[in-house]
């Protein structure tokens, strides 16, 4: 079974463009969340979504917006880039929840904002 | 929320040492407690994982441990091996939405 796929695998931007960053989650798998993960942060919470619909949401500010389609591949889009976007970007896939069974992480987008 | 607390942030070891990792939680509803490994260039992999309905689980060389009443979970790695040199995170869900993960433990084995 192929596992969870992230493209592209590196980004880099300049400040205020916008970056669309693509998950095909394993197959048959219906969550697809997404966590920023920095050197002094570690790992954050994005968002989750699920039947194509947004379940649950993290902290973090309006310009950090996603969908899901119907085959369950997700995408998430940063408007306005802040120097601070700059971080490794995981997509994550599993059954049905997000916080309550194993998560199959991508390798990730690396996102450098200069 | 749920705020999840690692440490230590760095541990080496010498091969065929034990390692252990602890991690503190704050949410009591808190039910699920996973543990994954990050290798250079990967993204965090599920090596072991506990449910509040359990005190200890083993696999082979892990072994994760969870005191409820102290909201605390560790995990034991025994006979290090060089290839267990990675990050670790432990997890916590926060009921109903995500898991929160910790910062990370870089372990290094040396041989």
């Known amino acids: 079974k192929a596992g969870v796929t992230q493209t592209p695998r590196y980004l880099i931007k300049t400040r205020g463009q916008q970056v669309t960053l693509s998950c095909s989650p394993i197959?048959?798998?219906?969550?697809v969340s997404w966590y920023q993960q920095t050197p002094g942060q570690g790992l954050q919470f994005l968002f989750e979504?699920?039947?194509?619909?947004?379940?649950n949401k993290g902290n973090f500010p309006g310009r950090f917006s996603g969908r899901q389609f119907s085959n369950s591949r997700s995408e998430m889009n940063v408007s306005t880039l802040e120097l601070g976007d700059s971080a490794l970007y995981l997509c994550?896939?599993?059954?049905?929840?997000?916080?309550?069974?194993?998560?199959?992480f991508g390798s990730g987008t690396q996102l450098s904002v200069l | 929320g749920e705020n999840v607390e690692q440490h230590p942030s760095t541990l080496s070891v010498q091969e065929g040492d034990s390692a252990v990792i602890k991690c503190t939680y704050s949410?009591?509803?808190?039910?699920?407690f996973p543990w994954y490994k990050q290798e250079l260039g990967k993204g965090p992999q599920l090596i072991i994982d506990i449910r509040s309905n359990v005190g200890e689980k083993k696999d082979q060389r892990i072994a994760v441990t969870l005191n409820k009443t102290a909201k605390h979970f560790s995990l034991h790695i025994t006979e290090t091996q060089p290839e267990d040199s990675a990050v670790y995170f432990c997890?916590?869900?926060?009921?109903?939405?995500?898991?929160?993960f910790g910062k990370g433990t870089t372990l290094s084995v040396s041989s």
């Open positions: 997890a916590a869900n926060q009921a109903g939405t995500a898991l929160i």
């Open positions: 994550a896939s599993s059954l049905e929840t997000a916080f309550n069974e194993k998560l199959f």
């Open positions: 949410d009591s509803a808190s039910n699920y």
């Open positions: 197959s048959g798998h219906r969550s």
């Open positions: 979504y699920f039947s194509e619909t947004q379940r």
